[in-house]
C-alpha cells in the first residue's frame, strides 16, 4: 500500500472520489475559549497510529476543527472517522485540499513519502505538520523548505517533546536563573541500533537540545559497528524506510552557540529502554534533568556527590495549558504541540519546532554521519548536501547497497547475523 503514496509529483498521489458529508465538531460559537477567534481548519493525511494521534490533539484542542481524513485504506478512514466525528474521507490529496480548504494539512507517514507528500500540499499553499524526521536527507529537506518559501507556507515539524509540558517546566526553570547559565548539555536516546535510532528517536534528542543550546556549529563523532570503525559494508537502508544509515554505536560531541558543548549518545542497548531517553543541562550553578518518562528535576547545585542521608534533586511540575482536558483522550505532548501551531499561527510568526529547526536536525545527523567515516569535525551548515554515507560508498566505487527488510527486528536479527556470526 505505501507504493500509493510515492506516485511521481507531477500526478496525483491519491485516486478517489468526493467525500461523504457529515457532522463536525462544535461551532466556534459554541465554545466560549474561541468566540471571536480564527478557528484554524485542520486535515489529516495518514490514518495509522500517528495519524490517530495526531487527530486525538487536533480534535481536542478548542480552537482546530479536522474538517477532512485521507487515506488510500477505507478501514482506516472509518476507524479514525469514528474517533474523531469526522465522515469527510478522501483518498485523494487533492480534492480533499481543494473542497475542504484546510488551513494545516497534518502529514504523520512513513518517512520516505514525507518528501512527495509535502511538496504536493505545499503546492496549494497550505501549512504542513509533518511527521518526524522532515526528510531523509538534506536535499530533499531543502526543496521542501524551497517550496514552502515559494508557496508562502509553514512547515512544522512533529518533535512533540520540545514543547511538551514536562519540556516547559526546565524552560521555565532556566528562565527564572535556577541553574545560571548553560554550559554542557548530555542527552541520550532509548537504545537502538546507532544508525536507525539517531533517525528515529535522535530526531527528539537532537531538537530537544537545540531547544537549549541553540545553533549546532559544528560536529566530531565516534561510531562503530562490531566493535570496530566504520566500512563501507556498514551502510545500510533503515528500517522503517528512514533513509541510509550506519552505525551500531554513536557517540557525537556537538558545539552550539554562546560556548555551549553537547554530548550526545546513541548506543545499542540490550533491548530498547525507555527511561534512557533522557537529557540533562549543566549549568554554572546547577542542573536540571529531563526524561521523557519521568518528567523534570532540578538540582540546586552544580555538583552533585551522594552523601547518603538525602537526594537534592527537586521534581518540578509540569506546565500545561489551561484548555487542556486529559479526560478528551488526547496525548498531552501532541496536544502542546498543536497548541503551540495555533499560537505561532495566531502571531503570524513560525511553530518552534518549525522547518529550518527539523532542517537543522538532519543537519547535525548527517555530519554525525559524514564525521564518522572521514575521521574529521564537520562544520555546519555542510556545503555538500548529499548523503554522506551514500557518497562515501560511491566513492569507493561500489555499487547499490544491499537490500534490507523494513521491520526492525527482522533488520536487526540479520545484522547480527553479518556482524557476529
Known sequence: MLQGWLKPIGNRLLTGGPPVTGKGRKKPSENPIIKNMKNYRVAILGCRSRGTSAAKAYHAH???EIVALCDLVQERLETLGNIVNVSAHFTDIDEMIRQTTPDIVAIPTATEAHYP???RVLEHGVNIEVEKPLCIDLVEADEVLAKAKEKNARVAVHHQR???PSMHAVAKALDEGKIGDIRYIYASGKGYYAGYGLMNIGTHVVNNMLRFGGKCRSVVAQVTSGG??????????S???MGTVAGEY????LQFDGNVTGTLIQHRFPKVDTDAYVMELYGTEGRLFWSELKGSWWLPTPHFVPDGTHDQWQALPSIYPEHFDPDKGADADDYCFVDEYVNALDENREHESNGEEGRHVIEILMAIFESAVHGTRVELPQKNREHPLLKWHAEAGLGEIRDMPRDYGTWLSLEDERLYK
Do not use: E, F, Y
Open 62 to 64: 478548542p480552537r482546530t
Open 250 to 253: 554513536a557517540t557525537a560531541t
Open 239 to 241: 528500517p522503517a524506510g
Open 228 to 237: 570496530r570503525d566504520l566500512i563501507h559494508d556498514d551502510v545500510l537502508p
Open 162 to 164: 520540545r514543547t511538551s
Open 117 to 119: 507528500l509535502c511538496m
